[in-house]
Structure formats: C-alpha cells, structure tokens
C-alpha cells in the first residue's frame, strides 16, 4: 500500500516545468531552431541562482532580438553589434546586477569585433553567451564570420571559398590569448548529453560574475535548419559530426 502511493504520487508529480525566468508564450521561432533551447537554458540558471531580481539581459539584433519576449526578467535591446558596450555601461553603473550578452555570429563576430575584443581585453565583469548557428539568419541566410569553408550560403552559393571569402573566425581561440579574460567554452546543444554540458558551463559563467571574477563567454553551436537549408535531424547530425569539428568543443581558458 506504501509503495502504491509513493508511486501515484510520484506519477503525478510535475518533474519538468516553465522555469520561473521563462514567460508563458508561444516561440517565434522557427522548428529545430537552438534558440529556445539556450533560453530555456539561461532561465533554469537564473532560476538555481536565484537572480531574477538582478538580472539585466542585452539582447541583439538578430532573430534573437525579441528575447525580451520569452525572459521574465529585466532585458534591453542595443544596437547591431553593440551589446558588449551597452553591458559594460549597465554593469558599470549598477555593479551589484547581474549582467549579460546574448548575440549571435553576425552581431558578436562581424559588427560587434571591436566591443568584443576590447570588453574582453579589459576584463569587465560581465556574461557572454553567444549563439553561433554559422550563418546570418535574420535577414536570410547570408555568409557569417563564423560559416564554415563549403558551407553553401546565400551569397556563397558554391561553398566558402577561403581565397574569395576568408577563413571561418574562431572567436574563443583568439579571445584566449588576452590577459582580461577569465573563462571561454564551447558547447552545443545537439543531444540532451551536450544541453547537460553547456548548463553547466553558463552557469559557471554567471557564477564567476557573482565572485567578481572577470570576462567569461559560453560559445554555443547551434541548430539553424532554416538557413543551413537541413531538416532538423539533419541539422543535429551537422552540428555533431562537421561543425564541432572546425569548432572544436571544450574549456579554451579557465583561469579560476
Ligand atoms: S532562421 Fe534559423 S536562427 Fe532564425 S529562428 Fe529560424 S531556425 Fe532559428
């Protein structure tokens, strides 16, 4: 009889729920997309820290831009690429919140270069998760800083072409070598194994600006099926097996 009601009370108990720092509404964003998975991510994180109330998200232009949309807590726009110098503004300002970047390979990688080579060679101490799916995404499926060499995009219709087009830009491998920078991964979220992994690692990312530590960013491969032209199995398949080979996974600095 115990174990009878141990059991139904245990089936009916509700083991997977809408975090707290997550809004009850439907996503804009499109099937297999990584997007959601990661903003599911963040808000458990800021749930466990209990940081609702500190928090301040800067989101980007990019198809994330409506971030604000699905975070339950304090969240601002800036400007294409600006992000790292609105965060800066903000933490400066308000040292005791909690603050954080959210942006994609475009926003981060191409326009945003220089905000993030100097926030992260001054060491703010500031949050960085950055989405990388490899190509521009909002405004259609162009080249990315971040596409691969072959990868067929919009406007590289036979492949990146490393003569023609550059080389892919690795951003945590170059991040590294700067003094101000305390901690770099990369994860993906392609398997539940690997969601598990990069949870883990923005929530040492955040852990590390509530000691006061200094510059971390998480970079995460993800899913765009959309634009990589791929079905959602295939584009967990693209993420295992090509992208983490040119981006390889893995702690690229820890200084803690
Ligand atoms: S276009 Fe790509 S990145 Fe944008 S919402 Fe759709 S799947 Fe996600």
């Avoid at 996503?27 to 990661?38: D, E, F, L, N, R």
């Avoid at 928090?55 to 990019?62: H, K, Q, T, Y």
């Amino acid at each position: 009889m115990f174990f009878k009601k141990r059991f139904e009370s245990m089936a009916s108990a509700k083991i997977f729920k809408r975090p707290k720092s997550l809004t009850d509404v439907p996503t804009h964003y499109c099937a297999g997309c990584g997007h959601g998975i990661v903003h599911r991510i963040i808000a458990e994180v800021v749930d466990e820290l209990d940081i609702r109330e500190r928090i301040i998200a800067v989101a980007p232009v990019g198809c994330a831009v409506l971030a604000y949309d699905y975070w339950n807590f304090d969240t601002t726009e800036s400007a294409h690429g600006r992000c790292l110098a609105v965060a800066t503004a903000i933490k400066r300002i308000m040292p005791d919140n909690i603050v954080f970047t959210y942006q994609g390979d475009g926003d981060l990688a191409a326009i945003g270069t220089a905000e993030t080579i100097h926030a992260a060679n001054r060491g703010e101490n500031l949050t960085v998760v950055f989405v990388n799916n490899g190509v521009y995404a909002m405004t259609g499926g162009q080249m990315a800083p971040t596409t691969l060499i072959g990868q067929k995009t919009a406007t590289t219709q036979n492949g990146r072409n490393a003569a023609c087009d550059g080389n892919p830009l690795k951003v945590l491998e170059m991040l590294a070598v700067l003094d101000g920078v305390t901690y770099l991964e990369r994860v993906s979220v392609e398997s539940p194994q690997s969601v598990i992994k990069a949870k883990r690692a923005i929530k040492k990312a955040f852990d590390n600006q509530l000691a006061g530590r200094g510059f971390s960013m998480i970079e995460v491969l993800s899913m765009c099926p959309t634009y990589t032209g791929r079905s959602v199995e295939a584009s967990l398949r693209w993420i295992k097996e090509r992208m983490s080979k040119d981006y390889p996974l893995g702690v690229y600095k820890d200084r803690i």
